[in-house]
């Protein structure tokens, strides 16, 4: 049971380049989340989705797209890398109206 | 502005000492409160939670206190112990677990 699973682990990219992550949850569970984490802000949450073909906005939305099309996946996009995105991306997913929340590995991004 | 604060960055405690990690809040509207646990280089894991309806939640040696009034919670570790060092966040969401909000975080170090 590989629970929640992140693509890729590290990835480098360039001012403007765009690119996807993936994140993959075996667990059935009808929520998903897509983290940063920062220095000194702890986790702040871009985009949340509650079920297959539905996304909401979170704290830190701008920049990001997200999507949803099968359940076990949800994929954060951007479009145009900026160096403040550089940071350490979390995905997690839990149960319908359950307290806890399963957290993949991260995947750490730099943009230069 | 942080709808979840943990004033203390960091936190040093002897082993089998008591640990308090303090967490406040400013949204009235959010109905549980969870802790998660951080080590380096791994996603946050699930520790224990509390609903707004209690002021006390127990899981061994894991105990969460609640204080509406005040909109403040602790998170008491007792024993102390050398695994348990780690970055602590607090988090928080509304009724449904749909939008769950984190703090900065709180890392522990606890000494032989």
């Known amino acids: 049971n590989a629970g929640v699973t992140q693509t890729p682990k590290f990835r480098v990219l360039k001012t403007g380049q765009s690119m996807t992550l993936l994140c993959a949850q075996d667990?059935?569970?009808?929520?998903m989340y897509w983290y940063r984490q920062d220095p000194g802000m702890g986790l702040r949450l871009i985009h949340y989705?509650?079920?297959?073909?539905?996304?909401a906005k979170g704290e830190v939305p701008d920049g990001y797209n997200v999507s949803r099309l099968k359940k076990q996946n949800f994929l954060l996009g951007l479009e145009s890398a900026a160096p403040s995105q550089t940071s350490v991306y979390f995905c997690?997913?839990?149960?319908?109206?359950?307290?806890?929340?399963?957290f993949g590995q991260g995947t750490r991004l730099t943009v230069v | 502005d942080q709808q979840v604060k943990q004033n203390s960055p960091s936190l040093s405690v002897q082993e089998g000492r008591i640990s308090i990690l303090n967490c406040d809040y400013t949204?009235?509207?959010?109905?549980?409160f969870l802790w998660y646990k951080k080590y380096p280089a791994e996603g946050p894991t699930f520790l224990i939670s509390?609903?707004?309806?209690?002021d006390k939640n127990e899981d061994g040696r894991f105990t969460v206190f609640l204080n509406k009034s005040a909109k403040h919670l602790s998170l008491h570790i007792v024993p102390s112990q050398p695994g348990d060092s780690a970055v602590y966040f607090c988090?928080?969401?509304?009724?449904?677990?749909?939008?769950?909000?984190f703090g900065p975080g709180t890392s522990l170090s606890v000494i032989p």
């Open positions: 997690a997913s839990s149960y319908l109206g359950g307290p806890e929340a399963f």
């Open positions: 667990m059935n569970h009808e929520y």
């Open positions: 989705s509650v079920g297959e073909g539905t996304t």
């Open positions: 949204n009235s509207m959010f109905d549980y």
């Open positions: 509390i609903s707004s309806i209690k």
């Open positions: 988090a928080a969401s509304g009724a449904s677990y749909d939008k769950v909000i």
